[in-house]
């Protein structure tokens, strides 16, 4: 048997969900992408642009 696990992947994949559910339709896919990106703390120049 291996000692890998999925945990984590699904742990991200429920967050995005719930970010999903509770949002209630976002302006536009970007803004949805910047907040999962800021749920995860990734900083980049890119999540830092707004349109």
């Known amino acids: ?15 995005i ?4 559910r509770t949002g209630f339709g ?3 896919f970007f803004r949805f ?3 999962v990106l800021f749920a995860f703390r990734v900083h980049t120049k890119r999540a830092l642009i707004t349109k």
Not at 1 to 6: E, I, L
């Open 1 to 15: 048997t291996h000692h890998y696990t999925n945990g984590p992947l699904e742990g991200s994949n429920n967050k």
């Open 17 to 20: 969900k719930v970010i999903k």
């Open 26 to 28: 976002y302006q536009n």
């Open 33 to 35: 992408l910047l907040r």
